[in-house]
C-alpha cells in the first residue's frame, strides 16, 4: 500500500461498518457547465487514459456522439443534441457519467455486501473484488450509469477518479477540460459556482437556466449548469430521479423479514431436534452410529 | 484419501475458524492504488498543434541503472503557464501515441525518383543533410546585389520553426540558419 484508504461512509448490504471511519472529510464534486462545452471531447479521452480503458469500436450515425450511450470500458460520454430554440439552434452537450449521488440508488440495489461503496467524501464506487456481476445496480440507479462487463463479469461505472482524488488530485476529465466547463472542488464550493453561472445565464437571456441537483437522490455528486433547465430531456436528463420504490421496499421490508424466516427456520430445526431428537426409519438399522474403521 | 467424519467435523472446525479470523474489513475499503504515485516526470511540450500545451510525461520506473524505462501515462502541466494542465483530445491521447508501433523513430529518406523510403542511420541522415545544403550555398549564394552592395545571402534555402521548438532551440537555429546567410526564416519563438 502506498495510500491510506478512504473511509467508508456507506456500504452495500451491509449492517456492520456503516460508517466505518470516524473521520469527516469535505464531499467532493465535479461542476459541470453544459453551456460552455465545446464538445472537444478531451474528457472522454482523458478518462480512458487514465483508466487504461482501451477504445471501444464504434459506429458513424451521423452525430458527433462517439457511441449511443455508456459502456463498461466508456464512462464518460459527452451527449450531442439539437433542439429548435428561439428561432435558431440549441446544440447541446452534456457529459454523462455516474453522478455520485449522496442516496445512491445502485448502492440502495446492491445485494452483495462491500460491493459499492460511499467513501467519507462523497465518492460512489464499485469495488470489483466483492461484486457478483448480478446487475441490480443498473436497475437501481436512476441515471443509467452502471454497466455490465461480460469479460470480467462485473459492474462498470465511473470512479470520480477516486484514486487521484485520495491523494489530493483532480479527476482526469477535469483536469483536461480546455474551457473550463468542467471544475473540481468542494461540493458546496461547485454550487455555489453553479448558482453564480446559472445567474449569469439568466442575465443573459437564459431566463430558463438551472443548476441541476436533484433532491430525490439526496443531491448529485455532479452539479450539472443547464442553459435551458426547462427542457431536461433535451439533456438526457430524468426531472425527478429517485430510488425505485421496488428497490427500497425490497431491501427495508422484504429481505428483513426474509432473515427472520431463515432464523426462525434454524431456531425451529434446533427446537425440533432437541425436543424430538432425530427422525429414526423403523427397521433401517441406521441408529446414526459410525461403524468403527476397518 | 478416505475423510472420516471426525476428519471432516476437524478440519471444518480449523477451516471457519480461519476464514472468520481473518479480517476482510482492510480488503473491502482498498481502493485502486494511485498509479503514477512513483513514476519519473518528464515535461514537455504536446507535438500536435501551435498552442503548444505543456505535458508531463509519466515513465515506468526510476531511473536507475537496470530499468528498462517505458511511458506508462501522458498528462497536462498543471505548471505550464499556456494550458495549465489541460489538453484537447488530441494532446490528451499522447500516452498511446509514443508507444504506438507506427511511430516514426528513425530517420528514413525517399531519394529522387525512388517511390519508397528506406531506413538510413542518423549519420549519414545528418551528412547528407550537411552535403546538401553545401551544395545549394554554393551554387544559389549570391554576394552582391545589382548595386554592387554586400549582402552575402543564399536564397536557396528556406528555414521554418517547429510550434514546439523551446525559445533556447529557436534562438540556435536561427543563428545557425543566420550564419549561413539564409534570409527566409521563421520561428514560432514563444514557448
Not at chain 1, 471511519?21 to 487514459?49: F, H, M, N, W
Not at chain 1, 458513424?60 to 439552434?89: A, C, K, S, V
Not at chain 1, 469479460?151 to 482526469?172: F, H, N, Q, S
Request: aromatic share 6%; net charge positive.
Amino acid at each position: 500500500m502506498v495510500m491510506q484508504s478512504l473511509e467508508i461512509r456507506r456500504s452495500s448490504a451491509s449492517v456492520w461498518g456503516i460508517p466505518s471511519g470516524i473521520r469527516t472529510l469535505p464531499t467532493v464534486s465535479k461542476y459541470i457547465d453544459t453551456s460552455t462545452c465545446i464538445g472537444c471531447k478531451a474528457c472522454e479521452v482523458a478518462c480512458q487514459e487514465w483508466n487504461d480503458l482501451r477504445p471501444v469500436q464504434t459506429t458513424q450515425t451521423g452525430t458527433y456522439q462517439t457511441m449511443p450511450t455508456l459502456h463498461p470500458e466508456f464512462w464518460n460520454l459527452i451527449r450531442f443534441n439539437e433542439q429548435n430554440y428561439d428561432g435558431g439552434i440549441a446544440w447541446i452537450m452534456r457529459k454523462d457519467q455516474c453522478m455520485h449521488c449522496d442516496d445512491p440508488g445502485c448502492l440502495a440495489a446492491c445485494p452483495a455486501p462491500g460491493a459499492i461503496v460511499q467513501y467519507a467524501n462523497g465518492i460512489v464506487d464499485v469495488n470489483q473484488d466483492l461484486c457478483i456481476g448480478c446487475g441490480y445496480c443498473e436497475s437501481g440507479c436512476p441515471f443509467d450509469v452502471p454497466r455490465f462487463h461480460a469479460t470480467t463479469g462485473k459492474m462498470a461505472k465511473c470512479t470520480l477518479c477516486v484514486d487521484r482524488t485520495t491523494v489530493g488530485l483532480e479527476p482526469a476529465c477535469v483536469k483536461a477540460c480546455p474551457t473550463g466547463c468542467l471544475q473540481f472542488g468542494t461540493k458546496d464550493d461547485m454550487v455555489v459556482l453553479g448558482n453564480q453561472r446559472v445567474a449569469q445565464l439568466q442575465s443573459a437571456g437564459y431566463k430558463n437556466a438551472a443548476l441541476y441537483n436533484p433532491a430525490g437522490v439526496g443531491g448529485t455528486g455532479v452539479v450539472t449548469v443547464l442553459a435551458h433547465g426547462n427542457h431536461l430531456d433535451w439533456y438526457s436528463l430524468p426531472a425527478d430521479p429517485h430510488v425505485p420504490i421496488l428497490t427500497r421496499l425490497w431491501k427495508h421490508v422484504v429481505r428483513p423479514l426474509g432473515m427472520v424466516a431463515i432464523a426462525g427456520a434454524v431456531i425451529g430445526a434446533f427446537g425440533h431436534f432437541t425436543k424430538f431428537g432425530r427422525k429414526e426409519v423403523p427397521g433401517s438399522g441406521d441408529s446414526g452410529v459410525q461403524p468403527p474403521p476397518a | 484419501m478416505e475423510l472420516t467424519r471426525r476428519g471432516f467435523l476437524k478440519a471444518s472446525v480449523v477451516g471457519g475458524t480461519v476464514a472468520l479470523g481473518f479480517d476482510v474489513s482492510a480488503a473491502k475499503a482498498e481502493m485502486r492504488e494511485f498509479k503514477i504515485s512513483r513514476t519519473t516526470e518528464t515535461r514537455s511540450i504536446c507535438p500536435y498543434c501551435a498552442v503548444s500545451c505543456g505535458v508531463i510525461i509519466h515513465t515506468l520506473g526510476d531511473r536507475a541503472k537496470n530499468v528498462k524505462a517505458s511511458v506508462v501515462h501522458v498528462e497536462g502541466d498543471p505548471d505550464n503557464p499556456i494550458s495549465r494542465g489541460s489538453l484537447c483530445p488530441k494532446g490528451a491521447t499522447l500516452k498511446d501515441d509514443i508507444i504506438n508501433g507506427n511511430r516514426l523513430t528513425r530517420p528514413k529518406i525517399r531519394r529522387p525518383g525512388s517511390d519508397k523510403w528506406e531506413n538510413i542511420t542518423w549519420d549519414e541522415a545528418i551528412s547528407k543533410i550537411a552535403r546538401n545544403i553545401k551544395t545549394t550555398r554554393d551554387k544559389c549564394f549570391v554576394a552582391t546585389n545589382a548595386k554592387g552592395q554586400t549582402v552575402n545571402r543564399n536564397p536557396g534555402i528556406a528555414m521554418i520553426g517547429g510550434c514546439t521548438d523551446t525559445n533556447e532551440f529557436n534562438f540556435l537555429q536561427w543563428k545557425v540558419i543566420t550564419a549561413l546567410g539564409v534570409p527566409y526564416r521563421d520561428t514560432q519563438a514563444r514557448v
